[in-house]
């Protein structure tokens, strides 16, 4: 099991168990007992410019929140 420390840490909710709209992955492929799966998934304004998102083109990666959340995932992850 994943500890869920190093993201409290990084103020981002847990929620474990509960059924995301995007968890077809994880419900489909992570059912058999051999198999573990872990899916994370983060808001937008995490890692996009809030004010990027009403545009009507597709946002820049080139943005703060974008290199906190990386910074943050590698941190978490290594």
């Known amino acids: 099991m ?3 420390v190093p993201f409290r ?3 981002y909710q847990i929620v474990r168990n509960k059924v995301f ?4 992955i994880v419900r489909n492929y992570g059912q058999p007992p051999q198999v573990e799966a872990l899916q994370i998934e983060l808001r937008y304004p995490v890692y996009l410019n809030s004010q990027e998102l009403d545009r009507p083109l597709v946002p ?6 974008f290199d906190r959340a990386k910074h943050n995932l590698q941190s978490i992850f290594t």
Do not use: K, N
């Open 9 to 11: 840490a990084r103020d």
């Open 60 to 65: 820049s990666w080139q943005v703060p929140e």
């Open 2 to 4: 994943i500890a869920t």
């Open 21 to 24: 709209s995007g968890g077809y």
